[in-house]
């Protein structure tokens, strides 16, 4: 619940401030700075709506009014209310440090889109937050990066449970990066040195798997030359990961539901049972619980391999983390292939953003790999990438609308795609320099750095590289 205070003498715009911050937010309202000042001095605030005369009263400055401001409520977010022919006034405020204004009288809808733009701060502050816990690895610090409210979700549940020895089931779409969170998961659990073994069950067939899974005697069948200890064997005092494990047979899940549940393994071709202490981490793109419904996979096995589920949503709806994903690749093969890419050209991400992504992340990687391999400069341009990407337009394939949203996430979804590729060809005419680009679009450099990483642009990769010898 948002807290917040009004300072203002005008009471109809506190009445409209009111109506609106009330039904979510708990807070309070005044019309005297001495009143404000002692209750800054004592309580919480997480937003604050101010006259600019009460701001100023007594003779300070804007800057010293904010300054007194944030002696106690270093985070709070400043809203500056001015008059229509003190808008001058109020950006230079905002250059100081403000967060925002509104002009008098209050128009609802501008203070609608100025919480809007503040709860996306928040975010990116939380953010900001979140990567300095001192849980995450310094190796997981790339990894978690998301402005994806369902990732950030998967994340906190990973930092829930990676301590304990709970089964977890980890859901999503191929290509989400499933194997991924199963090694952060084991990475930050107290089985952290112990070995990590991963098993694609899919691909080893069924008369291969118990073999696989829990190893076998010296000529337990034609072709066992030695005995085999097995994945589970391997995974001792560590964790196993099951990708795919919708896939294996009736009979093995059988096996597998006996194994949890008793802890216990027996070898291809032995009768003696062999203890495990095995954390299991399982996978699949396939819905179990349909599967259950429909006879091809056990119920109990189903709930013994569900205590602890994280789905994980596919890169279409999380495209705010392509430009950190894509930076991680990059870094990443530019060790392998002995590059120096910078990053990637400004009409390249467009088309990212663009982009469905029916391979998820695993697309992504590979399409990065790729242009690292073809790339002879310092950027990922456009012609490195495959050009089905410039062509393929999700919200309005085949000339129509994607009407299975909601029309308040349609038009954001419009209003975010112009205001990225404005901000790309923007930062891009001016090289990078957030001085002329913010005069250009008529807003503060300030503003303009809070756009450019909620879209995820990078200064960086707008500049023109300075040239050798000069």
């Known amino acids: 619940m948002r807290k917040y205070m009004i300072a203002t003498p005008d009471t109809a715009a506190h009445n409209t401030l009111e109506a609106i911050l009330a039904p979510d937010g708990e807070g309070e309202t005044f019309q005297d700075m001495a009143a404000l000042r002692s209750a800054l001095a004592t309580r919480p605030v997480d937003v604050l ?35 229509q022919d003190e808008i001058r006034r109020a950006v230079d405020a905002v250059k ?6 509104l002009t008098y009288p209050v128009n609802p809808a501008e203070v609608q889109m100025v919480l809007e733009r503040l709860d996306k701060t928040l975010i990116l502050t939380s953010e900001l937050d979140y990567l300095r816990d001192q849980f995450w690895n310094e190796e997981a610090l790339r990894v978690v990066r998301t ?9 906190a549940k990973v930092r829930q449970m990676a301590g304990t ?31 990590f073994v991963s098993v694609h069950c899919g691909a080893i067939p069924d008369t291969l798997i118990e073999s696989e899974l829990f190893g076998h005697e010296k000529g337990a069948f034609t072709g066992a030359a030695k005995r085999k200890i097995g994945k589970f064997g391997l995974a001792e005092g560590g964790t196993l990961f099951l990708d795919e494990v919708g896939t294996i047979s009736p009979a ?7 194994v949890l549940q008793d802890k216990t393994i027996q070898r291809v071709g032995s009768d003696r049972e062999i203890p495990v202490d095995v954390r299991i981490i399982a996978a699949t793109n396939d819905s179990l619980r349909d599967m259950c419904d429909k006879g091809f996979f056990r119920k109990d096995l189903y709930y013994r391999l569900n205590v602890f589920p994280i789905e994980i949503p596919p ?4 495209k705010s983390d392509i430009f950190s994903f894509a930076e991680v690749f990059i870094s990443h093969f530019n060790s392998q292939l002995g590059k120096n890419i910078k990053g990637l050209h400004p009409k390249a991400l467009d088309a990212f953003q663009r982009y469905s992504w029916p391979g998820n992340v695993r697309e992504l990687e590979n399409i990065i790999e790729r242009a690292c391999i073809l790339e002879q400069g ?8 495959p050009q089905d990407l410039f062509g393929h337009c999700p919200e309005t394939a085949g000339g129509r609308t994607d009407i299975s949203i909601p029309l308040g ?5 419009v209003v975010d795609a112009f205001e990225r590729s404005y901000l790309a060809e923007l930062l891009e005419a001016t090289h990078g320099r957030i001085k002329d680009a913010a005069h250009w679009a008529g807003i503060t450099p300030r503003q303009l750095h809070k756009l450019m990483a909620r879209h995820g642009l990078q200064r960086r990769n707008f500049r023109t590289p300075t040239k050798k010898g000069n």
């Open 49 to 83: 709506f101010v006259d600019y005369g009460l701001l100023t009263e007594g003779g300070p400055t804007h800057r010293d009014g904010i300054s007194a401001v944030w002696q106690g409520h270093q985070d709070v977010e400043i809203v500056i209310l001015v008059q």
């Open 96 to 101: 100081e440090g403000a967060s925002d204004y």
């Open 147 to 155: 402005n994806s409210p369902a990732m950030r979700e998967a994340f």
């Open 165 to 195: 020895k709970t089964t977890v089931l980890l859901t999503g779409e191929t290509g989400t990066g499933k194997s991924l969170i199963a090694k952060l998961i084991h990475s930050h659990s107290v089985r952290r040195d112990a070995p």
């Open 252 to 258: 093995m899940q059988v096996k597998l539901l006996s």
């Open 315 to 318: 890169l279409r709806d999380r």
């Open 378 to 385: 310092e950027l990922i341009t456009p012609a490195s990438i």
């Open 409 to 413: 996430r349609a038009r954001q979804n």
